[in-house]
DNA sequence: GGCATAAATTGACCGTAGTCAATAATATTG
DNA sequence: CAATATTATTGACTACGGTCAATTTATGCC
């Protein structure tokens, strides 16, 4: 017998959640504890670990949680500048850091499901196959592909992009960033027709 | 004054990831423990993080010298079932597992510089652009952008199938996969034409 | 309400990655 | 060949993620 579930639980969560949100805006995500997050959520450890997997799982729901409200504004773009400042939006939000990243390499996928991310990610990749089926209605852009693998693949020059401007070491990360997004560009115009 | 480096260092740094190589091959990279590997090469655990940053590193230098041998025949692709074929031992060499697609999204850029996995890559995006230029050349491709743009895209693209062929939890390994392939031939048609 | 069952919570405990002050081995210099 | 400076190695130790049998709390049913 599966048994609704209870009112306490989701309080739980929240509380957890709630933790892990105060300790990451001031620590960072490298610098969360789970210690910490459940000392300041008032549960033991093993709760902690009832609810989410792993500390990797945990950082990732609340990636989702930023990620999904910080996008909540967007929509379909109807014309190629929208479209190219959605995907400059998408690679900022996705740029903050090298954890961010590594988690939407991990968790934008199937293996996320349940945590968030694999919806926001699904809903993005549908509004950009939905601006493109719309400028290829208007003539705007070549028929070449389907508008949901023309929105995949840029998806994925996306995320390429968004990885390749983390260089934890070495040189002026303004330069790394600065090359990161002429790339992006110079990719998606090769996908979308000049 | 910075010296010449010591035989002795390389030869601990070899009989290390021999031992790494061995354990990699009966328990997979998530069942190495760098106990195992220290026992396994002779040497204190404090020597294994002299060499290696951590765990991961050691792991991404393990990887690299594999994808580098299994990748020593490759050459710059002339027409583009050529290209076809790399694209696809490019995607089954990187999707063997999860860990490979996180070690490759993590390492693969100028954060895994001196382990390998970056020249490795570079090596690769190079003989991609050399494949596009001489297609380019010989008007079998379209000159929408520079062969070099081009290559690093479809190292995204690879990139991107490999990551969404890796799902853990349910449904058939051979499905998932199926997709991915389809998925990166439609993007990777999308961006070089028809 | 009272009983049975399922779900949530607890915290002592464990395994392992990673640290560091001390020591040994090698290189350089005069 | 000392004497000295650098680099490599050591292994006991710490920090922290993750486990699990025991316990508490809620739910469903009569």
Redesign the pocket.
């Known amino acids: 017998?599966?048994?609704?579930?209870?009112?306490?639980?989701l309080?739980?969560?929240d509380r957890l959640l709630e933790a892990g949100r105060g300790i990451v805006a001031t620590s960072g995500m490298a610098g969360?504890?789970?210690?910490?997050?459940?000392l300041k959520a008032?549960?033991?450890?093993?709760?902690?670990?009832?609810?989410?997997?792993?500390?990797?799982?945990?950082l990732a729901a609340l990636l989702a949680e930023r990620l999904t409200e910080s996008l909540a504004a967007e929509r379909a773009p109807s014309d190629r500048a929208a479209l190219s400042g959605l995907l400059a939006r998408l690679y900022l939000a996705f740029a903050t850091d090298a954890d961010t990243v590594a988690l939407l390499a991990r968790f934008s996928g199937p293996a996320g499901a349940g945590l968030g991310l694999d919806l926001l990610i699904c809903r993005v990749v549908e509004l950009l196959a939905e601006g493109v089926a719309k400028q290829q209605a208007a003539g705007e852009m070549a028929n070449a592909a389907e508008p949901g693998v023309l929105a995949e693949a840029l998806m994925a020059l996306v995320f390429h992009a968004a990885a390749s401007a983390q260089c934890p070491v070495h040189g002026d990360p303004d330069i790394v960033r600065t090359r990161a997004e002429k790339l992006l560009r110079q990719m998606t115009a090769a996908l979308l027709g000049a």
């Open positions: 017998m599966t048994r609704k579930v209870q009112a306490r639980t309080a739980t969560r969360l504890r789970t210690e910490e997050v459940v008032g549960t033991a450890k093993g709760t902690f670990f009832a609810h989410f997997a792993d500390r990797d799982h945990f």
